[in-house]
């Protein structure tokens, strides 16, 4: 902010692209060589911005982008995601590893977001625990959740006192899409063959 305030809007908007000018501040984690908080120019790739923590240190199976209220994208269209405003939200970016498991590990973050609920309207309260409880049931299940869980998100869209339920929606909704495989080797065997390692952290 103070260098714009010295130099001007129109130094600022010379990095970046015409539709996303300027730059942005995003923090990069999970399977890259050197994490940490990074200024990229909006409109440039993730394949970029994933260059600059030093790469992947294990081929992936997808990225997160935009934290929990964020949505998944698979591996092979990560690179070249354009990472406008939109796109990045909260700018918290997670590169998933193809040796973890993501059903265990989302299933974490999907109980920590139905415990974050304040409370205060029912989509939220009920229909979120309901979420986390059909999502644990893919690690060990058949996948008759799946088509709960579809049905649930779609009816806690749009309808909480606050936009909880749809950042939890948006994460449950990419993951059973990028996480195909992966969802259909637990409906199978129960479990996938990965571990969980807290690539996706939560509080407490």
């Keep these: 902010i103070a260098l714009i305030a010295r130099y001007g809007a129109d130094w600022f908007r010379r990095a970046g692209s015409a539709e996303s000018p300027g730059t942005a501040l995003i923090t990069l984690g999970g399977a890259v060589r050197k994490g940490g908080v990074f200024e990229i120019e909006l409109g440039s790739t993730l394949g970029d911005a994933l260059g600059r923590a030093g790469g992947a240190t294990e081929p992936l199976a997808a990225v997160l982008v935009g934290g929990y209220f ?9 690179p070249g995601l354009r990472l406008a405003p939109e796109v990045l939200g909260a700018g918290a970016v997670v590169a998933f590893p193809a040796s ?37 049931d893919l690690e060990t299940g058949p996948d008759r959740s799946r088509a709960r869980l579809e049905r649930w998100t779609g009816q806690v869209r749009g309808r909480g006192a606050c936009r909880h339920p749809d950042g939890v929606a948006t994460f449950v909704e990419s993951f059973l899409t990028v996480f195909e495989p992966e969802l259909a080797r637990h409906a199978r065997r129960g479990r996938c063959g990965g571990g969980t390692r807290g690539w996706l952290p939560v509080a407490g």
């Design 70 to 78: 964020g949505r998944w994208v698979t591996a092979v269209d990560a």
């Design 100 to 136: 973890a498991c993501g059903v265990g590990e989302a299933a974490r973050v999907v109980r920590y977001l139905a415990g974050e609920s304040a409370g205060q309207c029912g989509p939220c309260v009920h229909g979120l625990q309901a979420i986390a409880d059909a999502f644990a």
